[in-house]
């Protein structure tokens, strides 16, 4: 996201063109009538889209802490009512959408510290149109909040930007604390903003007059208060006037605590093309299992099939389902708690990571318990899609299965290894051939990972993980919880007694949006809201940093192939994001990389 300098509107230099267009893969635009469009369109027929197991949609305010953010909340959610400024995706390529964003590229001046956004001409559900005030009031709010924001890393968005003026309803300009990559500012901080209707939701109580508290901090901080209290209220998401006045596509018609979620076309939408469909329904599944099950039945228009359903996919086709693997600009891990005050210290030591991902073999993992729909991380920028950011260093595997290996650096760094037993630091100390900082003698390792319940992949491969760590004397105490419990869980805390998670394990790790460009200062970098594990190293920040000023590739594969060896956390296989099971009614669905969906372009002739 931060590497072109070119100052061209509207139009991807070729270098950044080239680096994130994904090989082999058309980057085909979503076409269609100018924004700004009045043509009424005639809707038909009612689509019925299928969560993942155990994930349900459940905040709606765009400004939100870790415990919520999600792809559902996200892209399945909150994004085809509330359009971010800037959309990414075209096709299956992870790259900028001029078409449906919602307003031009952003032109930078003044030696690249000003930049400009020139509003489309779009409109909320009310009628009013969409400003610059709307922008600014999303963005006083996330200046008071930013500590909230799970993509937050100190210094940066909302941090550099500095000074912001409105010269004009359609006009914003931003001025920067200093000159950044032109693609990476647009890529990675200017794609976090959803402007907000402030003229509907500028006020401090339900029953409270609009004004422009936001101008203020205080006011800021209270309005947001106000909204974040409003959201917190699921179950009247549906009747609450506030979430009606949308920009996007759809708006709520019914929403229930289990997630289920019943959209209807906003007929005030202003983008290239208004929804053909009259009912778009979200349906939450508690298993993978329930969900095929209903697939079978014919109850779902578009789902999935569990990986260890997938030989049953002819019988699907019979059915009048055609198959398509959704595959995301994604890499997948789990966390460890750096600053858990018992197991902390442990999981610091650079051996023992490196002991452990030696213990997960991920071919094995793929081809077993995902039937060969996924692909595997070795590092932190996705090998799939193809694109000429992942490094043959990387994609090389740095730490291919290998529990000999594994026993011999435990050994070499104090651990007295017990096979079956459990494992005791013998040698306390800080030299090469000691357990480390801050680990005592005896110290066990015993360690608690809970996991995401619904998906039978992961309960599998967890379990392999806990019978490969035992051969070594690594004792893994398995737990599950649904998966907004676990992503919740698993947030940075500072070193201190309450900091009590040790590991946490979602499934799908991390998918890159809305920082698109796979810089990793998101999940990486110290400080990051949602760097769950408080991961911290110098040397990676230097590389991240880089990154953000310095255009070409070569700064982002330096920062590739350190973090790929410095193993932050521990990489596992990242499944497809789904195995797409669409009923051939069902025509115009484009599987974007980045996980985003436009059902305004769907037809159904069910």
Not at 183 to 188: E, H
Not at 544 to 556: D, E, P, R, Y
Request: with cysteine; proline share 8%.
């Amino acid at each position: 996201m931060r590497m072109s300098t070119a100052k061209r509107r509207g139009v991807l230099s070729a270098a950044l063109a080239s680096a994130l267009t994904v090989a082999g893969l058309g980057a085909s635009t979503l076409g269609g009538a100018a924004a700004g469009s009045t043509k009424k369109a005639t809707t038909h027929g009612t689509v019925t889209f299928a969560l993942p197991p155990a994930v349900t949609p459940n905040y709606i305010l765009p400004i939100m802490g870790s415990a919520y953010y999600s792809n559902v909340n996200l892209y399945q959610f909150q994004q085809i009512m509330f359009r971010p400024l800037y959309w990414f995706g075209k096709g299956s390529s992870p790259t900028f959408n001029a078409d449906l964003s919602l307003a031009d590229a952003p032109v930078y001046s003044n030696g690249g510290k000003t930049v400009t956004i020139k509003l489309k001409k779009y409109q909320w559900a009310n009628g009013k149109p969409v400003t610059s005030r709307d922008i600014l009031f999303f963005m006083n709010m996330l200046k008071v909040e930013q500590g909230i924001w799970p993509v937050y890393v100190p210094g940066e968005f909302p941090a550099n930007v500095v000074k912001m003026a409105a010269p004009n309803a359609s006009t914003v300009v931003f001025t920067l604390d200093r000159k950044y990559s032109d693609t990476w500012f647009l890529y990675n901080e200017l794609s976090q903003i959803t402007p907000l209707p402030q003229a509907a939701w500028d006020k401090e109580s339900a029953t409270g007059a609009i004004g422009n508290y936001d101008t203020t901090p205080a006011g800021a901080k209270a309005v947001y208060t106000f909204l974040a209290k409003q959201a917190s209220s699921a179950a009247s998401y549906a009747s609450n006037p506030l979430w009606q006045v949308v920009d996007g596509p759809y708006k709520l018609k019914t929403f229930q605590t289990t997630g289920y979620t019943v959209f209807v076309p906003n007929s005030k939408y202003s983008g290239p093309v208004k929804s053909k469909i009259a009912q778009l329904i979200l349906q939450p599944f508690t298993t993978d299992s329930a969900e095929f099950n209903s697939l079978r039945a014919g109850s779902v228009d578009y789902g999935y099939a569990p990986p260890q359903d997938s030989s049953q996919i002819p019988l699907l086709k019979s059915q009048g389902y055609n198959t398509q693997p959704w595959i995301g600009w994604s890499i997948n891990y789990f966390p460890m708690n750096y600053n858990n005050p018992k197991v902390g210290p442990i999981f610091r030591q650079l051996y023992f990571r490196q002991a452990v991902q030696m213990l997960v073999n991920q071919p094995v993992d793929i081809k077993k318990a995902l039937y060969g729909y996924a692909y595997p991380t070795y590092g932190p920028v996705p090998i799939l899609p193809k694109s000429d950011l992942s490094t043959k260093q990387e994609a090389s595997n740095p730490y291919p299965y290998n529990p000999q290996k594994s026993i011999k650096l435990l050994k070499s760094h104090g651990w007295n290894v017990k096979p079956g037993g459990t494992t005791t630091c013998a040698k306390p100390g800080t030299s090469s051939s000691e357990c480390g900082a801050g680990i005592a003698k005896g110290a066990a390792m015993s360690f608690n990972l809970q996991y995401a319940s619904g998906l039978t992949y992961i309960t599998q491969e967890m379990q392999q993980l806990k019978s490969n760590l035992a051969t070594e004397g690594i004792q893994l105490n398995l737990t599950q919880a649904p998966f907004n419990t676990v992503i919740a869980n698993a947030s940075p805390c500072k070193l201190s007694a309450s900091c009590t998670w040790q590991m946490e394990n979602w499934g799908q790790g991390w998918s890159y949006g809305p920082d698109y460009y796979p810089t990793g200062e998101s999940i990486f970098e110290t400080g990051s809201g949602i760097n769950e594990g408080s991961y911290s190293n110098p040397t990676n920040d230097a590389n991240i940093n880089a990154t953000h000023v310095v255009s070409g590739t070569a700064v982002l594969r330096t920062y590739e192939n350190y973090l790929a060896a410095q193993l932050p956390d521990i990489w596992q296989p990242n499944p497809d994001f789904q195995i797409s099971e669409i009923r051939n009614t069902l025509k115009g669905v484009t599987q974007s990389s980045l996980l985003n969906y436009t059902p305004e372009y769907w037809t159904t002739t069910k």
